[in-house]
């Protein structure tokens, strides 16, 4: 059995930081995702194994920052200059799969979520 385990939510204002981490598996293939209320699960962004290659999403490109520790066995996700629209819970997820994906069916492997709300 797989367990993901993210932390590092919270409230912030719009324009601050925060960064989350997810206690991973080693899995090949690590991506975070969200979900706001009322709304299906966005694609966040993800990583390589080797962390050598990643893949953003438009709407988070220039602000969020996805990094992997292999030998802590974490990822993080450092978001800068956050938006009200940022506001969802965010879902670290594993994958063995070689390449990188957007798409929520390509994960195996999800963690509980964890709150971020960004106030105006």
């Known amino acids: 059995q797989v367990r993901l385990g993210e932390s590092g939510g919270g409230l912030v204002q719009a324009g601050g930081s925060l960064r989350l981490s997810c206690a991973a598996s080693?899995?090949?293939?690590m991506g975070w995702f969200r979900q706001a209320p009322g709304k299906d699960r966005e694609f966040v962004v993800c990583?390589?194994?080797?962390?050598?290659?990643?893949y953003y999403a438009d709407s988070v490109k220039g602000r969020f920052t996805i990094s992997r520790d292999n030998a802590k066995n974490t990822v993080y996700l450092q978001m800068n200059t956050m938006k009200p629209e940022d506001t969802a819970v965010y879902y670290c997820?594993?994958?063995?799969?070689?390449?990188?994906?957007?798409?929520?069916?390509?994960?195996?492997?999800w963690g509980q979520g964890t709150q971020v709300t960004v106030s105006s």
């Open positions: 997820a594993a994958s063995d799969r070689a390449g990188l994906s957007g798409r929520a069916d390509d994960y195996d492997y």
């Open positions: 080693g899995r090949t293939l």
């Open positions: 990583i390589s194994r080797s962390g050598g290659a990643t």
